[in-house]
T-cell receptor
Framework: RKEVEQDPGPFNVPEGATVAFNCTYS??????FFWYRQDCRKEPKLLMS???SGNEDGRFTAQLNRASQYISLLIRDSKLSDSATYLC?????????FGKGTRLHILP | DAEITQSPRHKITETGRQVTLACHQT?????MFWYRQDLGHGLRLIHY???????NKGEVSDGYSVSRSNTEDLPLTLESAASSQTSVYFC???????????FGPGTRLTVT
């Protein structure tokens, strides 16, 4: 089993809709969690950190469920510019482990 | 503004040749990383360094080497390029281990 697993998608979602992805991690010792965004043929960039209490940044909400070992990303009122690949990232013992990413296509 | 750059951005080389990819960061970060990204595999760690003269192997280090002679640079060398090393290579740096990594724009390498 991979240490970080994501549904690869693609998720095809109409503009304005709400979309959510989950990511599961296998090692309960994982300490911190992040979502990165990667546009086509570009480098990954940090979207947001994920805190135990959950956190929100504009239209984006990230949640952590330690008991079930998953993190989630919710995007509300999706925009065409949200089309990208979203990478789930886990820190364990100062090692950063990347998921393979979930592709999101926002449809006009 | 601080940044991380990679060169060249695109490279075509022949099997068996030695190739070096450059990575330069002006964040003054101690931690630097090299990844390759291929369809179906996501980002895979090749080598990393926690400071000058420190280098460590990642999960896919065979056929690659790095050296760290100063804080700013971590060049990646392919000793004898193979077609299986055709990929997109990303360099990254971070100031705090386990936290945000800043990525360079990537180098697209084709080995023919």
């Amino acid at each position: 089993r991979k240490e970080v697993e994501q549904d690869p998608g693609p998720f095809n979602v109409p503009e304005g809709a709400t979309v959510a992805f989950n990511c599961t991690y296998s090692n309960s010792a994982s300490q911190s969690f992040f979502w990165y965004r990667q546009d086509c043929r570009k480098e990954p960039k940090l979207l947001m950190s994920v805190y135990s209490s959950g956190n929100e940044d504009g239209r984006f909400t990230a949640q952590l469920n330690r008991a079930s070992q998953y993190i989630s990303l919710l995007i509300r009122d999706s925009k065409l510019s949200d089309s990208a690949t979203y990478l789930c990232v886990v820190n364990r013992d100062d090692k950063i482990i990347f998921g393979k990413g979930t592709r999101l296509h926002i449809l006009p | 503004d601080a940044e991380i750059t990679q060169s060249p951005r695109h490279k075509i080389t022949e099997t068996g040749r030695q190739v070096t990819l450059a990575c330069h960061q002006t964040w003054n970060h101690n931690n630097m990383f090299w990844y390759r990204q291929d369809l179906g595999h996501g980002l895979r760690l090749i080598h990393y360094s926690y400071g000058v003269h420190d280098t460590n192997k990642g999960e896919v280090s065979d056929g690659y080497s790095v050296s760290r002679s100063n804080t700013e640079d971590l060049p990646l060398t392919l000793e004898s390029a193979a077609s299986s090393q055709t990929s997109v290579y990303f360099c990254a740096s971070s100031g705090v281990l386990g936290y945000e990594q800043y990525f360079g724009p990537g180098t697209r390498l084709t080995v023919t």
